[in-house]
């Protein structure tokens, strides 16, 4: 079983083996993400990762030669659909065929090792959800900010950010009012 | 466009030979077939409805496609209700009668047959509405047909009974981190520590584009006693039904195959014929009640109200427009006397408005402020439904009147974690369900209103939700009479109380233990405390229907016990087993086997699990992405009204009306709803569920938000060129007498894409209203379309005023109407003056 980079890695190898070059297909490439790969599980093209080790997923041969036949069909123009159902339900054994491999397939350099699975009891049926479920929790408000400004000695201006509209010219504003404020003291002096 | 020269030496006709499954696909480059390489080719549904019950058998007709033998895996839903009473395997050389075992016998059973070659069958229950069929050692190239037993109950509200029958799986959305090894199903999700059994609950889900094989036919049989109120409403366009002397018979247009919504039927019975009732069979019995005007509405007490309103990826689409609409409608019927607040829940949880952390007084002014931050409300995330039910939960702790609207489509695993929790945390909060969805995880959202003494609402299109939404707001009270139950010696019942809300019928179940009179009597305490009783006619009938509803009943009360933790020895495993063994029907610790003693099929097995339709609505959310088009938003198909022979409604015949209010959508329509054929459907999107993490890319949480748009789409095939828009909608004043298309017209809420022609429906809708309720829902979808055309609700204070007036019963002044034209006309044709964007307010 290997992780996710490691098959990859064989992947590659094995599309050497095929003669299959990178630059084959500008449309297609060759990068199976998690996002990727579970889009194909729900689809039922691909199946579930083997193996867990806390987060870190394992693949096995059979996943390569699934995700292997996804992108050769795509080289050759399908659309998902249709690969779909060509592939759904395929063993081993044709996917290995179709592909012109030979089982067992050669194995990547570096295999991981992947721990032995948890025992889980056999009657699935009887068994509870076992995750501690945190306190409930109420989302906080946020904090409201004041904008304290001092446009002008001896005033100060408390500014709501919070209900300043986006893209408000808060300088050229605060401009025209000392204006304002300075031309009105001027008028008012006699 | 296409694969370019280089390509073309990597996949040769030679090749693609080898991918085909050799026995019936056609020819290179056709790819449809009749049979497919998928096991399921066909359902069958027959029986009859008879009163509130229901017996039908299920057949679902598998086939091998495929040179070895084959071990075929379906994950299908049944009504969660009803009860499978017996199990038939039918082969092609024998008819095997399936035996009821505890479950680990029959999957020990069925596996050991499997082993030595034999044909064998195991139907399990997951939830109370997930099933898994799995049929082994089917020989190359032969049939396996599988048949079910069911019986149930009609749901009756608002002068309406309705039959459900499930279709479909939804994906759903799988909480919790998942567990390291081999899962315990053949579904597409990992197993978590929220949701032990996921990958039993996961099929996996076709592409839109997909021609599917599966014939569904259905054949049933309703007794009416002779009468029809009305038109019988269908979810289903291609459901036929045809008038017969005792009542009607539905029976599906062969054309229709598409498993992927509810199959629902909403019955008009006349209300005078429909009231409450005690019948019994051999000592079980069924007791249906009904409240009727008899139970007056009391004063109204001040209510605490919090809804949740689900915005995960799941609700894209039509839903979203829809529970939005729903929160709207709630909010608008409080009085400035009661408290509300909306929390919108994905995999968080936010406030409408931020600053509005507390409850909030019903206040004009704070509603109008709600209804105008509910429009920014747009489908996210993934589904956390617990945290959200916590949260509203913690809120209303400690409120004299408190209730909780969950407005969801209920697409989660973690059923068990959520009804555990409010089993032993909600106490003394109603929790009033609303599922909004084409298939909705009903047994959630129901089993979360009966435990909490509140009822659960189906919405299946936008056209059902105005007048659902009607009926649920008069429902947000004190039930009418609570804790009512029989009166009757030796009797054992389920539930042992039932509460009595407006316009619903409640339903009690039990055995008896010696005779029964002519009359019983059942007791209950109204509003103000005092004890309410009454005498029910007792009818006698035969048949075991009512025997093993009960017998379903019970074993649901017993399993949810034992999710929730409860120690006491009923329920436990085993004496659930027990209990469903000795009655004879299907519950999560029993499965059906049944195994040919005498087969053998040589070979290695072949095993695949079936893949299963998207839910009608659902796919549309990558196509909104990629392109503008105005109608995508818009709702699955309407509600149908059942096209009845014609010899029986006659043009002049009242039932007319039926069409005109629930017009089909016309053929026009079509072509947007259905998803085939769709270039753009192949780069569909990995829908709400994702499944539980997988990698170390993503990192810190234990779950993933579903992802709002598909993976990068592999880019493999060429870009098809945009779909020509639409036909533009109507811009110019509606015809006098509308056609039928501008009725059932999108009416999607999508603020960028609503055209004209929203406004004019509403005000269409307005002049043909013809009495006061119909008004009232008029005005309200008249504000709503121009509201998301961009005007506030002070500017509508004159529609507002006139709403609230019809609200109040009151009979507007002569000639409203006109005014009402001319100052909607004045408000349109100055655009400039009438908008204006008030940052102060």
């Known amino acids: ?190 | 466009m296409t694969a370019s020269p280089t390509q073309l030496h990597i996949l040769n006709e030679a090749d693609y030979q080898k991918y085909r499954v050799p026995t019936d696909l056609g020819s290179f480059g056709s790819l449809n077939t009749a049979s497919g390489v998928l096991p399921l080719q066909s359902m069958d549904l027959q029986g009859h409805i008879s009163g509130l019950l229901y017996r039908l058998k299920l057949v679902q007709r598998f086939y091998n496609p495929y040179h070895q033998p084959l071990e075929a895996t379906y994950i299908f839903p049944l009504p969660g209700r009803a009860a499978v009473s017996s199990f038939v395997m039918q082969t092609e050389q024998r008819r095997v009668l399936g035996r009821l075992e505890e479950r680990g016998e029959a999957r020990r059973q069925y596996q050991q047959a499997v082993a030595q070659g034999k044909q064998a069958a195991l139907a399990e229950e997951e939830r109370s509405e997930v099933f898994t069929m799995t049929v082994g050692n089917i020989p190359p190239h032969q049939f396996v047909e599988v048949e079910l037993e069911l019986h149930g109950p009609l749901t009756f509200a608002d002068g309406r009974a309705m039959f459900r029958f499930p279709l479909v799986v939804a994906p759903r959305y799988i909480p919790g981190v998942a567990y390291a090894g081999e899962g315990v199903g053949r579904g597409v999700a990992h197993d978590t520590n929220a949701v032990p059994d996921a990958s039993r609950i996961s099929p996996p889900v076709l592409l839109p584009g997909y021609p599917n094989p599966v014939q569904l036919s259905v054949n049933i049989q309703v007794d009416t006693g002779g009468l029809i109120f009305g038109l019988p409403e269908v979810s289903m366009p291609d459901l036929l039904c045809w008038n017969e002397p005792a009542g009607f018979r539905m029976s599906l247009r062969p054309t229709a195959d598409r498993l992927d919504r509810d199959l629902i039927v909403r019955i008009p019975l006349p209300s005078p014929q429909m009231q409450s009732s005690f019948q019994i069979a051999n000592g079980y019995y069924v007791l249906n009640l009904i409240p009727d005007d008899l139970h007056q509405l009391g004063p109204q007490t001040p209510r605490q109200v919090v809804t949740l309103l689900d915005r995960s990826g799941s609700m894209a689409g039509w839903k979203m427009v829809c529970a939005r609409r729903a929160v709207g409608r709630l909010i608008d019927s409080l009085t400035d006397r009661d408290a509300f607040q909306v929390l919108n829940f994905d995999d968080r949880i936010e406030y409408l408005d931020p600053r509005k952390t507390s409850l909030r007084w019903g206040s004009d002014r704070e509603r109008y402020l709600a209804l105008e931050s509910l429009g920014k409300v747009n489908d996210r995330g993934g589904t956390e439904i617990l945290p959200a039910i916590q949260a509203g939960v913690q809120m209303l702790q400690g409120q004299p009147d408190p209730y909780l609207i969950l407005i969801t489509d209920g697409q989660v695993g973690n059923e068990s974690e959520v009804l555990r929790w409010i089993q032993q945390n909600a106490r003394g909060i109603r929790i009033f369900t609303v599922g909004i969805d084409t298939a909705v995880n009903v047994s959630l959202l129901e089993r979360i209103a009966q435990v909490s003494g509140g009822h659960f609402t189906l919405v299946n299109s936008e056209e059902q939700l105005d007048q659902e939404m009607i009926s649920l707001r008069r429902r947000i009270n004190p039930p009418l009479l609570h804790q009512v139950s029989i009166q009757l010696t030796g009797s054992e019942s389920s539930p042992a109380f039932v509460d009595l809300f407006q316009g619903l019928a409640a339903r009690q179940m039990g055995v008896v233990h010696g005779q029964v009179g002519h009359e019983v009597e059942v007791v209950g305490y109204a509003r103000d405390g005092r004890a309410f009783r009454n005498r029910i006619p007792v009818t006698h009938c035969g048949g075991d229907t009512i025997h093993k509803m009960w017998a379903r009943e019970r074993v649901l009360e017993l399993e949810h016990g034992f999710l929730a933790g409860w120690r006491q020895p009923a329920y436990q495993p085993a004496a659930i087993a027990q209990f469903a063994l000795q009655h004879g029907v299907l519950c999560r610790f029993t499965a059906f086997v049944a195994v040919d003693e005498q087969s053998f099929v040589p070979g290695t097995l072949h095993q695949v699990t079936q893949a299963v339709s998207q839910p009608a609505g659902q796919e549309m959310q990558k196509k909104r992405a990629l392109i503008n088009r105005p109608s995508l938003g818009g709702a699955p198909k309407p509600q149908f009204s059942a096209p009845m022979m014609r010899q029986a409604f006659a043009p002049s015949s009242p039932a007319r009306g039926g069409f005109a209010s629930f017009g089909a959508a016309p053929p026009a329509m079509d072509a947007f709803a259905a998803p085939s054929g769709d270039p753009f459907a192949s780069a569909s999107d990995p829908f709400a569920a994702p499944a539980p993490c997988l990698d170390l890319d993503d990192a810190e949480v234990g779950y993933e938000p579903a992802p709002l748009m598909a993976p990068e789409p592999e880019p493999c095939w060429e870009e098809a060129p945009a779909p020509a828009p639409p036909p533009p909608p109507p811009l110019a004043q509606p015809a006098p007498t509308p056609s039928k298309s501008v009725l059932a017209g999108p009416t999607s809420g999508w603020k960028a894409e609503v055209g004209p022609d929203e406004v004019q429906t509403a005000l269409l809708k307005l002049r043909q209203a013809v009495h006061a309720g119909d008004w009232e829902l008029a005005v309200q979808s008249l504000i709503e379309a121009l509201v998301r055309r961009g005007y506030s609700l002070q500017q509508l204070s004159p529609l507002q005023d006139l709403l609230r007036r019809l609200k109040a019963g009151g009979t507007p002044v002569a000639g409203w109407l006109q005014q009402t034209e001319q100052w909607l006309q004045t408000l349109l044709n100055n655009p400039g003056s009438a908008r204006a964007d008030n940052f102060w307010m």
Do not use: C
């Open chain 1, 1 to 190: 079983m290997v992780r996710l980079e490691e098959l990859a890695q064989w992947g590659q190898q094995l599309m050497d083996r095929l003669g299959w070059h990178e630059g084959d297909s500008k449309r297609v490439t060759w990068t199976p993400t998690p996002r990727l790969l579970r889009y194909y599980t729900t689809l039922g093209i691909l199946d579930r990762a083997a193996h867990f080790q806390g987060r870190t997923a394992f693949y096995t041969g059979k996943h390569l030669l699934q995700v292997l036949a996804i992108k050769h069909l795509q080289l050759a123009g399908h659309r998902l659909e249709d690969i779909q159902q060509l592939l759904l339900g395929k063993s081993e054994e044709n996917l290995a065929q179709m592909l012109g491999l030979t089982l067992p397939l050669p194995h990547p350099e570096v295999p991981s090792q992947a721990s032995a699975p948890l025992a889980r009891r056999a009657d699935f049926w009887e068994e509870l959800p076992e995750r501690a479920l945190p306190a409930p929790n109420l989302p906080k408000a946020p904090r409201r900010q004041l904008l304290s400004l001092e446009p002008l000695a001896g005033m100060q201006l408390l500014i709501d950010s919070d209900r300043l509209p986006e893209g408000f010219p808060l300088e050229e504003f605060l401009q025209k009012m000392s204006i304002l404020i300075e031309e009105h003291e001027g008028g008012s002096q006699p």
